[in-house]
């Protein structure tokens, strides 16, 4: 079932699976604006039975990353040009940006696990996308790139968080100084990729991750979920702490003594 087809963004769900499709091959999957909104509403979209959500690109490229008709002075019709924006005041364009940003955030809800399926191109804005994820399968032929510095401008849609927590901070600061590419093989060895598979058999490996992640009961995933996404942040004592409460819990519901 189909609840969005919009600016270049599908949403379908199959009972507590959803896929979100980037649509425009023809472009590589260039990223815009009203892109970013269309991802924001499928975020807002989803129905509550959702466990998985699968993040995808038609073609041969999940994502080539911003539409360089940002950077002309007309921009895209009907939208101020990044130019613009740059006139403007403080206040505005930190406002358009964090907008910008919703599309961006929503993947690591608790209460949906996502993965990325990554094939081709997943460059500068389409690397947040990806980064956006819970998690990665790639194609053999995938090709990481942070191509922001090249621009004068720096990643700032919510990717350099997961890539500093995925690959530390040195390696984080090398792959978004240079802006080089970073293959299948190292993706996988650094820890960007959680699989690495031949490109035609992409879709069939993140279906076998989706079967496998809806296996267990769904409150016990998030709970789970919710402290590790914690556990970096939180001292040892209280991430202890942490586990006893979801622990306690979960038994109670087991033994039907929940509230």
């Known amino acids: 079932m189909a609840l969005l087809d919009k600016d270049g963004v599908r949403l379908t769900v199959d009972d507590t699976v959803a896929t979100v499709t980037l649509t425009n091959p023809a472009k590589r999957n260039a990223q815009s604006p009203a892109l970013w909104r269309a991802l924001a509403e499928a ?120 890539l500093t927590s995925l690959v530390g901070y040195a390696r984080a600061l090398e792959i978004c100084a240079t802006g080089r590419f970073v293959h299948a093989e190292e993706a996988e060895r650094v820890g960007l990729a959680n699989l690495v598979v031949p490109a035609d058999e992409l879709d069939a490996a993140v279906q076998d991750l989706a079967t496998a992640l809806i296996a267990p009961p769904r409150d016990a995933v998030i709970e789970t979920k919710t402290l590790l996404r914690s556990a970096q942040a939180r001292p040892y004592d209280d991430q202890r702490a942490a586990e006893r409460a979801a622990q306690a819990r979960r038994l109670r519901d087991l033994a039907g003594l929940s509230d």
């Not at 990325?116 to 990481?144: T, W």
């Open 43 to 162: 975020g807002r979209l989803l129905p509550g039975t959702v466990r998985v959500v699968v993040l995808r690109g038609e073609g041969k490229s999940f994502s080539a990353g911003l539409d360089r008709q940002a950077f002309t002075p007309e921009g895209f019709e009907g939208e101020p040009s990044f130019l613009d924006l740059a006139r403007g005041s403080d206040e505005l364009l930190d406002a358009t940006i964090a907008e910008y940003q919703e599309a961006f955030t929503w993947w690591r809800r608790n209460d949906i696990i996502s993965v990325a399926a990554v094939q081709g191109h997943a460059i500068g804005a389409g690397f947040q996308l990806a980064l956006a994820c819970d998690l990665r399968v790639v194609a053999d032929d995938v090709q990481f790139a942070m191509r922001e510095t090249s621009l004068g401008l720096v990643p700032d849609l919510a990717g350099t968080q997961p």
